[in-house]
């Protein structure tokens, strides 16, 4: 079976690697598409050398834009290429711009897709990526949700059961076969740390990070948690020239976007990680930390049921009492059911046993 596999942005490497691996085990021909969309070293290059990741075969160059742009871009490029590989199955993760663009091609074409991180609802119309997430499912024949809740809000959109699998998390996949490696790093001694006594942040949703009264706002709560412990904050590069030019204690040390073993070893060792992603949210789960999140809504409900997330909004009064509270007395760390570094094994399976039809029951 000839498979092409999708990355495109940070977030995806992580997903797309074990997805790879099982699905060549099992004896597929597999072709991997970067879309471009991520490009720069600390965004891109550095996951593939760490994870291992093979060079894409195909590379489309889409890059940076506005959405439309961007997903334009994507489209263009994917479409003759699709229509030339004629794969059996597209495999689409996450929920960015290249997600949607890819699956809106695939839905198209003599291809059948799956979605791996189906059925993840935020309900916040606002987020690009919820609009992202709900096109990239409305239009996939196979459905691989990550929790209980996302097969929920699958079947109550009107998708056949026959369509949609609990798989559970191929984050965490990657996340358990690199930590290892991650903790015998010397992360933390080369910035200064001491295990359980620094926080770790990272921003940049639009919400937050473009809106200079909300990023103000969140700030000022990251100023008043510095004061309880040192913060260390990889910027990403929509945020970067923002965060360095706010002025911000001397108690938060702003750093390159860090690269993945880092960024596990910094999550690992954190009395607290304060973020707006929705992968950190997950790691952050399995690896026990605490983990306050700077938004109202989460797509990733099971992070809090089942694990360490606490949702904190914006308000830095809010903010810092739940600092306070997570400090004194951290929450216990619990693992959701399938999060068990198997996941790739189970959507090679169900990618390869065959996908129905794509048409969902209502609409
Ligand atoms: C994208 C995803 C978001 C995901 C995030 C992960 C969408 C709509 N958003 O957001 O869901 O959480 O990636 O990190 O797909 N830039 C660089 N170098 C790069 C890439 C981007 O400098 O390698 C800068 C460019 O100025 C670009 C901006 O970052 O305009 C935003 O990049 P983009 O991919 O459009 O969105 P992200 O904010 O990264
Ligand atoms: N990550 C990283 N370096 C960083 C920040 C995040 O390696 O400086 C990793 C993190 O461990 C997780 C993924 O990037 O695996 C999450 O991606 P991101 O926060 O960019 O996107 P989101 O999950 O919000 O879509």
Redesign the pocket.
């Known amino acids: 079976m000839r498979i092409v596999c999708v990355a495109g942005?940070?977030?995806n490497y992580m997903k797309v690697k074990p997805v790879m691996d099982a699905l060549e085990d099992r004896g597929a021909d597999v072709i991997l598409v970067h879309t471009g969309?991520?490009?720069?070293a600390a965004?891109?290059d550095v996951f593939f050398a760490e994870l291992g990741i093979r060079e894409p075969d195909h590379y489309l160059r889409a890059g940076?834009g506005s959405?439309a742009a961007?997903t334009a871009a994507v489209m263009t490029a994917f479409e003759p290429l699709v229509a030339d590989l004629r794969p059996h199955v597209v495999v689409v993760v996450g929920?960015?711009?290249s997600t949607m663009a890819c699956a809106l091609v695939t839905a198209k074409s003599e291809s059948l897709l799956a979605h791996v991180e189906a059925g993840l609802r935020s309900r916040d119309w606002s987020m690009?990526?919820e609009v992202?997430r709900v096109v990239t499912d409305r239009v996939s024949n196979c459905l691989l949700a990550s929790s209980p809740d996302a097969v929920a809000n699958l079947l109550a959109e009107g998708h056949g059961a026959d369509q949609v699998r609990l798989v559970g998390n191929v984050m965490v996949d990657t996340l358990l076969a690199n930590l290892d490696r991650a903790l015998a790093r010397d992360t933390l001694s080369g910035l200064g740390l001491t295990a359980g006594q620094y926080g770790v942040v990272t921003l940049?949703r639009p919400a937050n990070v473009d809106d200079p009264a909300t990023f103000a706002e969140l700030l000022i709560g990251l100023d008043k948690i510095a004061q309880l412990c040192p913060l260390v904050l990889p910027a990403?590069?929509?945020a970067a020239p923002q965060l360095r030019a706010a002025g911000l204690s001397p108690r938060v040390t702003i750093i390159p976007p860090a690269g993945y073993l880092d960024f596990v070893a910094l999550q690992a060792g954190a009395a607290l990680v304060l973020t707006d992603?929705?992968g950190v949210q997950e790691e952050t789960t399995i690896l026990g930390t605490p983990c306050l999140t700077m938004r109202d809504n989460t797509e990733r409900p099971i992070t809090i049921t089942e694990g360490t997330n606490r949702l904190v909004g914006r308000d830095p009064a809010k903010m810092l009492a739940e600092a306070i509270s997570v400090l004194e007395s951290p929450p216990p760390r619990r693992a959701p059911a399938l999060w068990d570094g198997k996941a790739a094994g189970r959507i090679a399976d169900a990618i390869l046993a065959g996908s129905p039809d794509r048409t969902p029951t209502t609409t």
């Open positions: 942005a940070r977030p969309q991520h490009y720069d965004m891109n940076s959405h961007q929920d960015v711009n690009p990526e992202n940049h990403h590069p929509r992603s929705g």
